[in-house]
């Protein structure tokens, strides 16, 4: 069999899908063919309206025209906002589309910061992900985002499987020798509570209420520090952090490469992730996958990626959130608790397992 991954435009979290997928595909069909296309890259943060256009034509004309050219059994895109490329393949060939989200139906200032038109952005995403009506098939990566893609595009539910992300085998357990030398360099104290959130600051992420946590901390006279790896905070958190004296309870990392993450969600003892709304939640993963504790919302996809291996909150509720922290910081037999089953519940979720998932369908839809 011959697939063809159609990437999008250089884009971590999905880089990190399509490297996970093409991986498990050839361990577990080691003589079929993968073929890996991506197009071409822009710098996102440029204002250039030059760029801007070079950057649709690429898109929406180039790559697409592209990928129609290529040979193959099945077409699988891997972001639903590439979906416009099943409008060029689906008379032809066997196509499929990942969904990981279709957030920005709830939560429009997603598409802010981008690089597209403003006075089209909204247009052409949702031109683009309504062309997962005309493909062969869809995987979504959680129970949730299936349902959004049946209600939300009336694609009916037996078009859609529910094929989950996986976590990388670099995400680990380090030894104690290295997270000290880690913490040795960063100048941290190890008695110090030292809490982490990883990804993006849209409002869906809940940053403001994360804040709001650790200032109950810093009132209750908690041992803590708060690293935030990714985006970086907004001018309105970083007001709130002045206003409330939290600067000196914060470290920002920035965007480390992933051997970094990896030391840092190991030197971590408990990893944040109260987001409103996600389709998969992968950061959940990683932390159990390291032995971290996670906290995280008992709302959207979380429930379902962490199981009884987290502490679920309500993500609007900063006491809630608090009080978890305090219940991990006094219980050391609870805490270990979380850590075996992080441990266990993250090695459920492997390449492997999802792209078999995936080689089934590709197979029924070809009539294997």
Not at 235 to 247: F, G, P, R, S, V
Request: glycine share 4%.
């Amino acid at each position: 069999m011959r697939v063809v991954i159609v990437r999008t435009m250089q884009e971590f979290s999905m880089d990190v899908y399509a490297d996970g997928i093409i991986s498990g595909l050839k361990a577990i069909r080691p003589d079929w063919e993968i073929v890996d296309l991506a197009p071409r890259n822009f710098d996102r943060s440029s204002s250039s309206l030059l760029l801007r256009i070079n950057k649709y034509y690429e898109r929406f004309w180039r790559f697409p025209r592209f990928v129609k050219q290529q040979s193959a059994d099945i077409f699988h895109i891997i972001e639903p906002a590439e979906a416009h490329i099943v409008y060029w393949l689906h008379k032809a060939a066997k196509t499929v589309v990942t969904c990981h989200d279709l957030i920005n139906f709830y939560y429009s200032g997603n598409l802010q910061g981008s690089v597209q038109l403003p006075f089209v952005s909204k247009t052409v995403w949702l031109l683009a992900v309504k062309g997962m009506k005309y493909a062969n098939h869809i995987f979504a990566v959680s129970h949730i985002t299936a349902k959004d893609t049946t209600q939300l595009l009336n694609i009916e539910p037996a078009k859609i499987s529910v094929t989950p992300n996986a976590v990388e085998p670099i995400f680990r357990p380090l030894p104690q020798s290295e997270i000290d030398s880690f913490w040795q360099k960063q100048g941290f104290a190890s008695k110090t509570t030292h809490l982490l959130n990883v990804g993006a600051n849209h409002p869906r992420k809940n940053i403001f209420t994360i804040l709001e946590a650790l200032n109950i901390l810093k009132q209750k006279e908690i041992p803590f520090k708060f690293w935030k790896v990714g985006a970086d905070f907004t001018d309105e958190q970083q007001q709130y952090i002045q206003n409330h004296q939290l600067e000196n309870y914060i470290t920002y990392f920035g965007k480390p490469d992933k051997n970094t993450l990896v030391q840092i969600y190991n030197a971590a003892d408990i990893l944040i992730a109260p987001s409103l709304h996600e389709g998969f939640g992968i950061t959940i993963l990683e932390a159990m996958a390291c032995g971290t504790p996670v906290i995280t919302s008992n709302t959207s996809a979380m429930p379902e990626v962490a199981g009884d291996a987290a502490i679920l909150v309500n993500p609007k509720d900063p006491q809630a959130i608090s009080a978890a922290v305090l219940r991990l910081h006094n219980d050391p037999i609870y805490y270990q608790e979380l850590v075996d089953k992080g441990l266990s519940r993250a090695k459920l979720f492997t390449w492997e397992k999802t792209a078999e998932k995936l080689a089934e369908i590709y197979e029924k839809l070809l009539g294997y």
